[in-house]
């Protein structure tokens, strides 16, 4: 089980280093932060909707990674 771990850990920060190092494009920080993009091919381009919808992603995600974390707690502490 440990060397599970380590893999994950290797993998991760592997792909932390490697991707931004091999990518060919790169914004600059006064586009990411002052650029919003409603181009998105779905007719939405209310600006505070886009907004909400992003938080909201953003929420299913950790919101995701917290469950699925209680579900295997819950699976290494039941009782035999």
């Known amino acids: ?6 893999i994950l850990y290797v993998g991760t ?3 932390v280093i490697i991707i ?3 990518a ?10 002052t650029h919003l993009n409603t181009d998105n091919g779905m007719g939405i381009h209310n600006k505070a909707y886009i ?13 995701g990674y917290d ?3 209680h579900m295997v ?3 290494y502490s039941r009782p035999i």
């Open 24 to 33: 060919t494009e790169r914004a600059g920080t006064e586009f990411i932060f």
């Open 51 to 63: 907004l909400a919808l992003g938080l909201l992603m953003s929420q299913y995600s950790l919101m």
């Open 67 to 69: 469950a699925s974390t």
């Open 20 to 22: 931004p190092a091999v």
């Open 73 to 75: 707690q819950l699976v």
């Open 13 to 15: 920060f592997a792909l």
């Open 1 to 6: 089980m440990v060397i599970k771990k380590y």
